[in-house]
């Protein structure tokens, strides 16, 4: 009796997530034209085992997900999403079964590098095919499988019932539908924008999942909160009727993979207005099947838009019949035929034979999530060895750390190193009249100094308007700048009313800089960052949360991946423990904190140049509780211009000066704790040079901790100073040591 054919999928979410937002047809999508006798849904994420939709779901940790393939001996397994469904099977594979990768999204931030050793990638739109042969996918293993749409389903529903209840639901007038998560892919905080410049007959209705707290709190500054509308979801199949409802549905989105809630709406004969790019205009033509906005940044352009297709009858009818036709070629039939074809090709390949480099690549890839947490100098030291190996392998060499928003979203995460955000998309902050409005209760207050720092301004300023939470205020503050730096400053401040612009006459430095910005600040939390550096696009939602959640916390702070000047990762500068304030600067650069911290401290001491934070981080744990957040949100750049680049003796002068007034405010410091922080400062006074300095401290370390557990190290820095490096590594290479690689951060 011959096998059964199986297949094994790895659904992005699970089954019962599908089944409640009103999915009815997951055993079709899974197995087109029934051409597996069985089909195994297996995923960490499911709540146990059950047989439903023609399907035997079951729950399959990560570490076991191998072991589960080797029993069932599938004849293909298919991963649904690039991220870590790509990654928990491509990692697993096993012998003579091919695996199938389906990449659904242009966000370079959620595709794994381990794409690149499926035997077939499966892309929804041409802008996919391109991200996903930027990763090293050769066009041969390409294929086109867009989204398909249910023609039966999703058809003008002008008659149904369901659209007089929507009538009665919300307020007359003319009514704009936007269907999409509440995130800054979808645009909200734009058409939020919009809607106060159109006529008050105009409504907004919101369908999508999401925090909406932050979207209301900008409607309501923008004066339109009563005209919008939020709904949390909307069962897939009633959606036809809300997309025959709506006068125009709007839905503006920065950046797309595919975007099935166009084509659903094309297929219900809605008068679309959406943006003009890729892969909405592979599909859609603008005048013919929607409107495309080139400017869908602009209030005022997107406004226009959709006075134009609501207002002009004759424009929108021309637009439904033409989003009717559009729809077609993505029917449900001609989609599942193209995919049993996908499936028929991929049961005669030969399966893809993996050498050992690249097993270790793989392996590397999954190992990140653990190394994110551990020394920069490890990471560094792992990611050369791994380069080595890919290398070999003929890959690119694989970099170290996360520059980008690295969530667990499941077994076998990822750390991406792309920019954040999709390719070819800048975030451009809310433009028009509108500008001219003043928030009057940011929750968040980000304060950026800057002296002649324009090289990286626009990218410093770009990642805080690129924020996934909308209710903050960014305070530029120039500090006497003599080059082009004040002009782009009232550029951004023009741009973008939660943006203002503070210019000083006379040069202050960096603590008085700080200060100058905070009395202008009005949020009550309150964050700064560095003109060279950036944020990731759910920092200060993440530490918000953090924050709101943890009442009894002051201060938060997260983890930052190294970049050089390039922008290419270089390692990871870890949140450390706030004990180890003692020792160093744990809490980095990416924070968020209360104001009430701000208001206690009095600010920056503005005699402390060069080490102002880590003084503000020194007294403020005297009175105040911090914590870390184990996760990299911040891209912190090292380059030679850098002030720790350009001050790195007075940097260790200020620092010892902090420490020393702290420890002399601290009576009640755990008496290890004081030795730890005199340990740390004989070692900075020995790689300075100060040997007296260094020595008291180092004295007074030893009878503090009751034992010199510096003596080892301070041997080996003694060697170098008086040595020299390279003779001292000579010398230990004769006495068959290792040489020493040296540290510029003493560790404790």
């Not at 058809?155 to 149904?160: L, Q, T």
């Not at 890919?390 to 890959?395: F, P, R, Y």
């Not at 370390?701 to 820095?717: E, I, N």
Request: aromatic share 8%; glycine share 8%; proline share 7%.
């Amino acid at each position: 009796m011959p096998r059964s054919r199986r297949l094994v999928v790895i659904p992005s979410d699970p089954i019962e997530a599908y089944e409640k937002a009103g999915y009815g047809a997951l055993e079709r999508y899974y197995n087109p034209q029934r051409l597996f006798d069985e089909v195994y849904a297996l995923s960490p994420f499911e709540t146990g085992d059950r047989q439903a939709h023609g399907m035997s779901i079951r729950r399959v940790a990560a570490n076991r997900f191998r072991e589960a393939i080797e029993e069932l001996q599938p004849a293909v397994v298919r991963a649904y999403g690039g991220h870590w469904p790509s990654d928990l099977a491509c990692r697993n594979r096993v012998p003579g079964v091919p695996v199938l990768v389906s990449v659904h999204d242009t966000n370079r931030a959620i595709l794994h590098r381990s794409v690149r050793y499926a035997d077939l990638v499966l892309c929804v739109s041409k802008a996919v095919e391109d991200l996903v042969a930027s990763r090293g996918v050769e066009r041969a293993r390409i294929r086109s499988l867009p989204n398909r749409v249910d023609l039966q389903v999703f058809r003008p529903a002008a008659d149904d019932p369901l659209g007089a209840e929507l009538s009665g639901r919300f307020p007359p007038g003319r009514h704009i539908l936007h269907v999409g998560r509440q995130s800054r892919q979808k645009n909200q905080d734009t058409l939020i924008a919009a809607l106060a410049l159109l006529p008050g007959e105009y409504q907004a209705v919101f369908v999508g999942r999401g925090d909406t707290g932050p979207y209301a709190s900008l409607a309501r500054r923008f004066g339109v909160f009563r005209r919008c509308h939020w709904v949390e979801a909307v069962r897939n199949c009633d959606l036809a009727a809300w997309y025959s409802w709506c006068d125009c549905m709007c839905t503006p989105s920065r950046w797309e993979g595919f975007g099935i809630v166009f084509i659903e709406a094309a297929a219900c004969g809605a008068a679309i207005v959406t943006s003009n790019l890729a892969p909405m205009n592979e599909y859609l033509v603008h005048g013919t099947s929607a409107h495309l906005v080139d400017d869908y940044e602009s209030p005022q352009a997107l406004a226009q838009a959709m006075r134009e297709v609501c207002e002009n009858d004759e424009y929108r009818h021309r637009l439904a019949a033409g989003a009717r036709q559009a729809a077609q070629p993505f029917d449900r039939d001609r989609i599942d035929a193209l995919e049993a074809g996908i499936y028929r090709e991929a049961l005669k390949l030969a399966p893809r034979v993996l050498t050992a480099p690249q097993r270790v690549a793989m392996a590397w890839d999954a190992a990140l999530r653990r190394l994110k947490r551990a020394p920069a100098g490890l990471v560094r030291r792992a990611a050369a060895a791994l380069g080595r190996a890919a290398t070999s392998a003929g890959d690119t060499p694989v970099a170290p750390a996360d520059s980008s928003a690295a969530s667990d979203t499941g077994p076998g995460a990822f750390v991406s190193m792309e920019a954040p955000g999709p390719p070819g998309i800048s975030p451009t902050p809310i433009t028009g009249p509108t500008a001219e409005r003043s928030l009057e209760s940011p929750a968040i207050s980000v304060v950026l100094p800057t002296h002649n720092g324009g090289r990286y301004l626009d990218e410093a300023v770009a990642s805080v308007v690129a924020q996934t939470c909308v209710d903050w205020e960014l305070i530029l503050v120039d500090d006497a700048s003599t080059d082009d730096t004040p002009a782009k400053l009232d550029a951004w401040a023009a741009r973008d009313p939660r943006i203002r612009a503070v210019h000083l006459a006379a040069n202050r430095k960096l603590p008085g800089a700080l200060n100058d910005g905070f009395r202008h600040a009005r949020g009550e939390l309150l964050a700064w960052t560095s003109d060279d550096n950036a944020y990731l696009p759910e920092a200060l939602q993440r530490m918000r949360e953090v924050l709101a959640t943890r009442p009894e916390l002051d201060v938060v702070y997260a983890d930052a991946t190294l970049v050089d000047a390039s922008g290419a990762a270089i390692g990871l500068e870890p949140a450390r423990p706030p004990e180890d304030l003692a020792v160093g600067n744990c809490v980095g650069p990416c924070f968020l904190y209360r104001r009430r911290v701000h208001e206690a401290l009095g600010g920056y001491d503005e005699g402390l140049f060069l080490a102002e934070d880590y003084d503000f981080w020194l007294r403020a744990s005297l009175e105040f509780r911090l914590e870390p957040l184990r996760t990299p949100l911040y891209l912190y750049r090292r380059h030679g211009q850098s002030l720790s680049a350009q001050r790195a003796h007075a940097i260790s002068l200020a620092t010892e000066t902090a420490v020393e007034r702290w420890l002399g405010r601290a009576k009640d410091l755990p008496r290890r704790m004081r030795g730890r922080a005199h340990e740390a400062l004989g070692l900075r006074a020995l790689l300075r040079g100060d040997v007296p300095a260094g020595r008291r401290h180092l004295l007074r370390a030893t009878w503090l901790l009751g034992r010199p557990p510096w003596f080892r190290r301070c041997r080996s820095y003694m060697v170098d100073f008086l040595l020299g490096a390279a003779a001292g590594n000579r010398l230990r290479t004769w006495l068959g040591r290792p040489p020493k690689h040296a540290s510029s951060e003493p560790q404790s």
